[in-house]
């Protein structure tokens, strides 16, 4: 292993060569991809977001009139706007709708966070209470929920968040909703919700 990063250091040998002499010798993927990452570092995949095109398609309509009515309020009797954080636990990679949806809450007024992909429950707890968000929205896709979602719950209450509300979105069955609002659950929304809507129930529960 100390050859494989030394020549990742050099440059000048043949990794692809050195990396399946180390195999031969028994060595895992893991082992051989963390001598390369001492010297090249890991991926960090960043999650972006878009602004103004939820916004823009609302207009300046009664719905959009309302909701930032509700943000004012909140944010008159709280010194600040609603704050929220969208993560996706676990080995869940499907991000569109969850990116989808911090986009459009920002539109309305809120001020949204994202965490990276493939967040433990504790790394995602750990980003709600250093940014001191009022609610968690977690995108599940991965039929993970009725694992990670406990795990959540309980790492939210050891650290000290149990008033940080917590809702679920992205494809869930019906029938498993009764087992997430039992582990404390605030909310959940299933595909089709209308983000306004969704908004403002988000904002009862949080006020």
Same mark, same amino acid.
């Given at each position: 292993?100390?050859?494989?990063?030394? @020549?990742?250091? *050099?440059?000048?040998?043949?990794?692809? *060569?050195?990396?399946?002499?180390?195999?031969?010798?028994?060595?895992?993927?893991? *082992?051989?991809?963390?001598?390369?990452?001492?010297?090249?570092?890991?991926?960090?995949?960043?999650?972006?977001t878009v602004s103004g095109v939820y916004g823009n398609s609302l207009g300046n309509t009664k719905e959009l009139r309302s909701i930032q009515k509700q943000i004012e309020d909140f944010k008159i009797a709280e010194g600040r706007r609603p704050?929220?954080?969208?993560?996706?636990?676990?080995?869940?990679?499907?991000?569109? #709708?969850?990116?989808? %949806?911090?986009?459009?809450?920002?539109?309305? #007024?809120?001020?949204?966070?994202?965490?990276?992909?493939?967040?433990?429950?504790?790394?995602?707890?750990?980003?709600?209470?250093?940014?001191?968000?009022?609610? %968690?929205?977690?995108?599940?896709?991965? @039929?993970?929920?009725?694992?990670?979602?406990?795990?959540?719950?309980?790492?939210? &209450? &050891?650290?000290?968040?149990?008033?940080?509300?917590? !809702?679920? #979105?992205?494809? %869930?069955?019906?029938?498993?909703?009764?087992?997430? &609002?039992?582990?404390?659950?605030?909310? !959940?929304?299933?595909?089709?919700?209308?983000?306004?809507?969704? @908004?403002?129930?988000?904002?009862?529960? !949080?006020?």
């Open positions: 292993m100390n050859e494989l990063t030394l @020549a990742a250091k *050099e440059e000048k040998r043949n990794l692809l *060569e050195l990396s399946i002499k180390a195999a031969k010798h028994r060595a895992t993927i893991g *082992e051989i991809s963390y001598a390369l990452e001492k010297i090249y570092g890991r991926y960090k995949p960043m999650s972006k704050r929220m954080l969208v993560v996706k636990i676990g080995q869940d990679g499907h991000d569109r #709708g969850a990116k989808l %949806i911090a986009s459009s809450f920002a539109d309305l #007024g809120f001020d949204v966070d994202m965490g990276p992909l493939f967040q433990t429950p504790l790394e995602a707890v750990k980003q709600a209470v250093e940014n001191d968000v009022h609610v %968690i929205g977690v995108s599940t896709q991965a @039929a993970g929920h009725k694992t990670t979602i406990p795990l959540l719950m309980k790492e939210l &209450k &050891k650290q000290g968040g149990g008033n940080v509300k917590v !809702i679920c #979105g992205g494809v %869930i069955p019906p029938k498993d909703y009764a087992f997430l &609002k039992k582990h404390g659950v605030a909310d !959940i929304f299933g595909p089709g919700t209308n983000i306004a809507l969704a @908004a403002s129930k988000i904002l009862r529960l !949080i006020s």
